[in-house]
């Protein structure tokens, strides 16, 4: 089996060839959205030109998007472990998925009742509970944060669960720290107190294999532009889950979850997406795919092997990042920077500066060719506790198509603006 060859798939990313003032631009802004293989371009591309037609039709386009759209489903499903295709709802994004479920859910609850939401995470999965449970006259509470790594307050976290919470909903990985909470010890605490569990894994699903099965969440949500594919939201959820939920749709709507006519074209590359994984673990995920030995075989295995190996190239290339940026005067990195606690994160860093602001940092780095961002990235709960508002952080966020080439020439620039330059 050959080494990970990040300079072999990136061939297959036409975004990355992109020059600017002579050079190849170098893109540190995964976190914001990925770039996508040629082959996910020629997916949606080839919808188009194969198969473009409104679903249920007794003709052949619409028979071919039916299949297709049918595979979509079956191939996230593939992606996240899902014990069956039906518990994969496709849709517009994340948040436009939250805010369905959101709604759902708490048409269930009862003034007085509780949710609790985590001071680490994206508003996406944060404000439509808050909006939701202002409507029912239920009480939300925050799991707060400790200040220290960025990590959660698991303390705090177990007493709110006295109160019984209806419903816990916290992230998978935040998207502006890289801090990965410990999903499945969360979800087995939450079901004890009796409650169902919602998590956000937008900025989980591009760095790491997700099984849902094996944390046992209810509902999880990601977003395929955040894993190489095209703009089109992702919903898991557990089949007695959703069947318990109450739905708001058209009559005639064939699926309780997905409303009006879907972005067949968009499913069309989330699929490529999904078969562009397994590819990369058909070519460097043979010494992962044990650890998955109780998938079946194919696709399923081939994308967790995949994600796997996508792990262990962006970490490693991501402690270069953290061993550079340490050499650097000035420079504060948020969050867990322990090498033995490497595992508890993602490979995105998120820095301030003494000599300058993130800003001011993010703006010199685009006019040099390098794109990264800075501000908050809706993780506004975790950013306002820190005390790091209203400039925020700059954040870098390594993908498996970076390279060490790139990370060394993204320092370089690093040190002669965090010198003032």
Request: aromatic fraction near 8%; glycine fraction near 10%; proline fraction near 5%.
């Amino acid at each position: 089996m050959p080494a990970f060859d990040a300079v072999a798939l990136r061939a297959r990313f036409p975004a990355l060839a992109i020059e600017q003032n002579g050079r190849p631009i170098a893109l540190f802004d995964g976190p914001g959205g990925t770039q996508v293989p040629e082959s996910v371009i020629e997916a949606v591309s080839r919808y188009y030109r194969e198969s473009n037609a409104n679903h249920d039709g007794p003709f052949l386009t619409s028979q071919r998007s039916d299949a297709l759209v049918a595979d979509a489903h079956a191939a996230l499903a593939d992606l996240l472990n899902a014990a069956d295709a039906s518990e994969i709802k496709l849709g517009a994004n994340m948040t436009t998925l939250t805010m369905h479920v959101a709604r759902s859910l708490t048409a269930a609850m009862n003034p007085g009742d509780q949710i609790v939401v985590s001071g680490l995470d994206h508003e996406a999965n944060v404000g439509p509970w808050r909006s939701a449970a202002a409507d029912r006259g239920i009480t939300v509470h925050t799991v707060p944060i400790r200040p220290d790594d960025v990590t959660l307050d698991l303390e705090a976290f177990d007493i709110l669960l006295h109160g019984r919470p209806r419903l816990v909903a916290f992230g998978w990985a935040s998207n502006a720290f890289g801090t990965i909470n410990p999903v499945a010890e969360m979800v087995r605490r939450a079901h004890e107190a009796g409650a169902l569990t919602y998590v956000d894994a937008v900025h989980a699903a591009p760095h790491l294999p997700i099984d849902v099965q094996a944390v046992a969440t209810d509902f999880l949500a990601c977003s395929a532009y955040k894993f190489f594919g095209p703009h089109v939201g992702v919903l898991y959820g557990r089949a007695e889950a959703l069947d318990a939920l109450p739905t708001y749709k058209l009559r005639p709507a064939h699926d309780r979850f997905e409303t009006g006519t879907g972005n067949f074209e968009g499913f069309a590359g989330a699929r490529a997406a999904v078969e562009y994984l397994a590819g990369v673990g058909r070519a460097y995920g043979a010494q992962h795919e044990a650890q998955f030995s109780a998938m079946a075989a194919g696709r399923r295995r081939d994308a967790h092997a995949g994600m796997a190996a996508i792990r262990a190239y962006e970490m490693n290339l991501f402690s270069r990042l953290l061993d550079g940026l340490g050499a650097i005067p000035g420079v504060r990195v948020w969050g867990i920077t322990e090498r033995a606690r490497m595992e508890e994160r993602t490979p995105t860093a998120a820095m301030t500066f003494a000599r300058t602001t993130p800003e001011a940092a993010a703006t010199a780095l685009g006019e040099r060719g390098i794109a990264t961002w800075w501000g908050d990235f809706y993780a506004v709960g975790p950013v306002e506790r820190l005390g790091l508002q209203p400039e925020g952080v700059l954040r870098i966020g390594l993908t498996h198509y970076n390279t060490s080439d790139e990370v060394d020439r993204l320092l370089a620039e690093l040190r002669d603006i965090a010198a003032g330059g």
